[in-house]
């Protein structure tokens, strides 16, 4: 039999799967209240709308085209509607900046792609988003903390970046509210990356996933729109901004963009080409009628479902979590990130949880590049109401607390 370990590729040697993830795949069962999945809730898509939208390209001329085979850069109408609200955000871009994804994921493995030559650098925050590490890590990359409150010098990244092999090429976060933490850099964080990716000449990915997803607090600007503001000119910017309409309108339609500077997006469409084509053009059309005829609508009514359940699990870990465990207070997102006492393990602490407390949620260890972060979880407000949430978070809490106890 062929020795399949042998023959594949390096870059297939990082491609594991996750045992948490295996685990957390048997949690569909009722008796357990699970906090776990990052998802939307499926009882808020625009159901209708997108039925709607589907009938009438079927009904209507465009259904060949909608069939058809189509252009790398995304549909054009689509484009277009992205550019003025790019523009709201303070970031005025052309359809010539704007390129559709199949999700924002596909964005992070063709911008790992297009920077990472093996034993390059990239800087991602510790803990980051688990998704972007996968996608790097193909590329075969070394990974080196991105911190933007943090006072490194530009010279200690390069040389580090040296040592490892190659080259720091592009600094990875997401600002607002971040998947696992739910935290959002402040605009003195923005402007700190933003210097230090001028200071070492490279590329920002900027992931913008959850950024309509705000509940309270005011709005700071992406990161590509505060370089804007320095240089005047989207196509003068090295910040590229992912966007995706997974959390917005629904993550089964796979369609997400990237808005950066033209030389970057005539590179993603070449390499689309070799990839995948193009996104699917029925799916771009329903998302641009749906999201042409009722966007703000549909943000509206995510924010009050999220925010509610946001306020609940705050509520609920403020009444019940013991001294000593810290959490997040996240102004929009998904998530909320639990920091334990020290010498707790988040691993360990979810396989007791399945077994007695019945809580699922993800062990924080796989978001950190290094293997670090034992002590914290992740949890997801966004598919629980308010019931599951205050008895999940009391029985998670009577876990704790129990340990805490006996670690002492
Ligand atoms: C931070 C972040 N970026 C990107 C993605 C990928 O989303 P999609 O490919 O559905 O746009 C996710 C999904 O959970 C995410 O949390």
Redesign the pocket.
Known sequence: MLDWESTFATRSSRMKASEIRELLKLLDRPDIISFAG??PDPELFPNDAFREAYAEIFDGPSVGAALQYSVSEGYRPLREWLAGQMAALGIPASVDNIFITS????G?DYLGKLFLSPKDTALVTWPT?L??LQAFNAYEPNYDQLNPAGNRTPAAYAQAAAEAGGRVKFAYL?ADF??PTGETVSRAGREHVLALAEELDIAIIE?A??QSLRYDGEAIPPILALEIARKGDINSTRTIY?G????TLA?GL?V?WICAAEPVIRKLVLMKQAADLHSSTINQMAIATVAGRGFEAQVAKIHKAYRQRRDAMLSALEKYMPAGVTWTKPEGGMFIWVTLPKGSDGAELLAKSIQTAKVAFVPGRAFFADGSGENTLRLSFSCANDRMIDEGIRRLADLIRGEVAQAA
Request: glycine share 16%.
């Open positions: 990052g998802i999700g924002s994921q596909q992070l988003y998704g972007a997401s971040a998947n992931d996933a959850y992912c995706s309409f997974s959390k993550p796979r997400g």
